[in-house]
């Protein structure tokens, strides 16, 4: 028996559910979960229909590839957008990371413990330093140093050691460098990245002393898709914590690594449970 996730989406029209249960249903599989969600557009497009179905391919001798052709006339008839996936295959997955390790270090132990289903295929960083703490867990770390004359060639061999491990998402754990648009062109949704919530007010080196200098009442971090907009990208999740004037910068930066860390480990394990569908610059994940 076999799990599969359909990710679907279309022009919101009477029939949708029932079609696509009907056509689900006499390929022989038993729909276990499902979430849908319309989206009132204004403007052209009109309403939006989204579903997340889940579903066991319990007759013998099926697969995903003989599901999508079975479904193929139902996606033609309602002009759907189809995505589907099998559950029991863990994606493959890269983590870029640069100095800082909270985020590495987070989502190296969520998978070792089994929180993340992820295939972790490679560690890629542009420093040496956290070479020990991939290799002690098992996965391969690979140290590609990077100066602004380097870039473009530095950047050539990251994206020829993804394809190397056959990666197919890509974690940046405050990995500090901006790729380019080629880059992320290669993996369209598939670059996760983190930042603070200061953004756009608090940019450049130390935003937590210059938050501090401020004195913010909220610090947040947000983790969206990588676009060739820089950090403007589709939001995958965010949260927020509540300071005070007594918080020194120490503090504060301590109190938003955790907030990072949680916020990205929420946005990847959505991204490898199926959970995201994008429209234009907006997700929906689904619970």
């Given amino acids: 028996m076999m799990s599969s996730v359909l990710l679907l989406s279309c022009p919101d029209q009477q029939g949708v559910v029932a079609a696509t249960a009907a056509a689900i249903a006499a390929h022989g599989a038993n729909i276990i979960h499902a979430e849908q969600y319309v989206k009132a557009d204004v403007g052209d497009d009109g309403s939006v229909f ?19 052709d079975a479904f193929a006339p139902v996606a033609t008839r309602f002009d759907m957008t189809v995505d589907l996936r099998d559950l029991s295959t863990p994606t493959p997955t890269a983590i ?44 391969p ?21 993804l394809e190397e491990h056959g990666v197919d ?53 947000t983790a969206h898709y990588a676009t060739a907009e820089l950090d403007e990208g ?14 020194t910068v120490a503090q504060l930066t301590a109190a938003g690594r955790d907030v990072e860390t949680n916020v990205l480990a929420r946005a990847v394990r959505a991204h490898l449970e199926h959970r995201v569908a994008t429209h234009g610059n907006k997700t929906i994940v689904y619970n």
């Fill in 50 to 68: 989204f579903q997340r179905l889940v579903f066991d391919l319990v007759r013998p001798g099926t697969s995903p590839e003989s599901f999508l």
């Fill in 96 to 139: 870029m990371c640069s100095k800082q390790p909270h985020c590495l270090y987070d989502l190296l132990t969520r998978w070792r413990s089994g929180e993340l289903p992820m295939d972790l295929r490679v560690v890629i960083s542009n420093h040496d330093d956290h070479r020990n703490i991939a290799e002690h867990m098992g996965v």
């Fill in 141 to 161: 770390f690979v140290h590609l140093p990077v100066t602004k004359e380097t870039k473009p060639d530095q950047e050539a061999q990251v994206l020829a050691t």
């Fill in 169 to 221: 998402l890509v974690v940046m754990a405050r990995y500090m460098q901006i790729l380019s648009d080629d880059f992320i062109g290669r993996f369209p949704m598939r670059i996760i990245n983190i930042h603070h919530s200061f953004l756009p007010a608090f940019v450049g080196a130390n935003p937590y002393r210059q938050a501090h200098e401020r004195g913010v009442k909220l610090i947040g971090a």
């Fill in 234 to 247: 589709p939001i995958i999740s965010q949260d927020t914590q509540h300071v005070t004037h007594r918080e």
